[in-house]
Nanobody
């Protein structure tokens, strides 16, 4: 059983920064940040692969966002810099506990990020 609890969302002006946190429990093969804005499809923003330490970033956030994991604290982070109004969305932490799978069978409750012009 995996539990995911996000925090760190808020409101910020364009160009600002926020850091999201996802407290985790249980083994995760891969763990990701997704986001969904009203009326838009859910988007995979960044992924951390536990086995290799590799990462994935959506093209829209590459160079501005950084995903990292603190194993001692069992916490996943998403550092978001140079935020844009189009980054406004509900951000979710998602994980898959099955080795070799990134189909995400666990989801957090989400944290809202709002970026004003």
């Amino acid at each position: 059983q995996v539990q995911l609890v996000e925090s760190g969302g808020g409101s910020v002006q364009a160009g600002g920064s926020l850091r999201l946190s996802c407290a985790t429990s249980g083994y995760t093969y891969c763990i990701s940040w997704f986001r969904q804005a009203p009326g838009k499809e859910r988007q995979e923003v960044a992924t951390f692969y536990t086995g290799t330490g590799g990462t994935y970033y959506a093209a829209s956030v590459k160079g501005r966002f950084t995903i990292s994991r603190d194993n001692a604290k069992n916490t996943l982070y998403l550092q978001m810099n140079s935020l844009k109004p189009e980054d406004t969305a509900m951000y979710y932490c998602a994980a898959d506990s099955r080795r070799g799978s990134c189909a995400f069978n666990y989801w957090g409750q989400g944290t809202q990020v709002t970026v004003s012009p």
